[in-house]
T-cell receptor, first 115, second 113 residues
Framework: AQSVTQLDSQVPVFEEAPVELRCNYSSSVSVYLFWYVQYPNQGLQLLLKYLSGSTLVESINGFEAEFNKSQTSFHLRKPSVHISDTAEYFCAVTPPNFGNEKLTFGTGTRLTIIP | DAGVTQSPTHLIKTRGQQVTLRCSPKSGHDTVSWYQQALGQGPQFIFQYYEEEERQRGNFPDRFSGHQFPNYSSELNVNALLLGDSALYLC????????????FGDGTRLSIL
């Protein structure tokens, strides 16, 4: 079984400041890791994923996340946030073969950008 | 290319009633998963359907049931509704064996009075 911990339920950040959203996971098997973003009144959109290979993965909108196996972490970072980044962010894990496996989500971090 | 579509978008029911939520997967996908997202929580896996069979199930009571049709669309049924069933219900689709992430719909917001 897997579990995901997102310690920060809310993170307020000034516009153009850097941000880090923390995610730690627990699993007895290898996992794939994901960050999903949820804008108000919408479903989940995949932000980025780690399957294998380079431990640093990037999204098209400036976010990046680094897989750290020894610390069982997959923290999400952005060097300079924008108002449009205001959303709920969910970290999730699944065993490999994730097209067929359930996703286990954390409780989410609400990112609020302050103008 | 249509993504995952869910209907209705909002629904209000009273305790004890029954409800049916519908999901059409993304074109080309054959697997449908359902998740419940309570207010302020992350989504919780309910069950997954593939080849019209329930393949996996999360920790939800038998009041929650589902169905998948030959065209891969799916329904989620909840009987004897409780106040605690109020949540956003999300449908996600994927392609068996593709090793690609699940795509989510915008969900159905279910409110129980």
């Amino acid at each position: 079984a897997q579990s995901v911990t997102q310690l920060d339920s809310q993170v307020p950040v000034f516009e153009e400041a850097p941000v880090e959203l923390r995610c730690n996971y627990s699993s007895s098997v290898s996992v794939y890791l994901f960050w999903y973003v949820q804008y108000p009144n919408q479903g989940l959109q995949l932000l980025l994923k780690y399957l294998s290979g380079s431990t640093l993965v990037e999204s098209i909108n400036g976010f990046e996340a680094e897989f750290n196996k020894s610390q069982t972490s997959f923290h999400l970072r952005k060097p300079s946030v924008h108002i449009s980044d205001t959303a709920e962010y969910f970290c999730a894990v699944t065993p490999p073969n994730f097209g067929n496996e359930k996703l286990t989500f954390g409780t989410g971090t609400r990112l609020t950008i302050i103008p | 290319d249509a993504g995952v579509t869910q209907s209705p978008t909002h629904l209000i029911k009273t305790r004890g009633q029954q409800v049916t939520l519908r999901c059409s997967p993304k074109s080309g996908h054959d697997t449908v998963s359902w998740y419940q997202q309570a207010l302020g929580q992350g989504p919780q896996f309910i069950f997954q359907y593939y080849e019209e069979e329930e393949r996996q199930r999360g920790n939800f009571p038998d009041r929650f049931s589902g169905h998948q049709f030959p065209n891969y669309s799916s329904e989620l049924n909840v009987n004897a509704l409780l106040l605690g069933d109020s949540a956003l219900y999300l449908c996600a689709s994927s392609l068996e064996g593709s090793n690609q992430p699940q795509h989510f719909g915008d969900g159905t917001r279910l409110s129980i009075l």
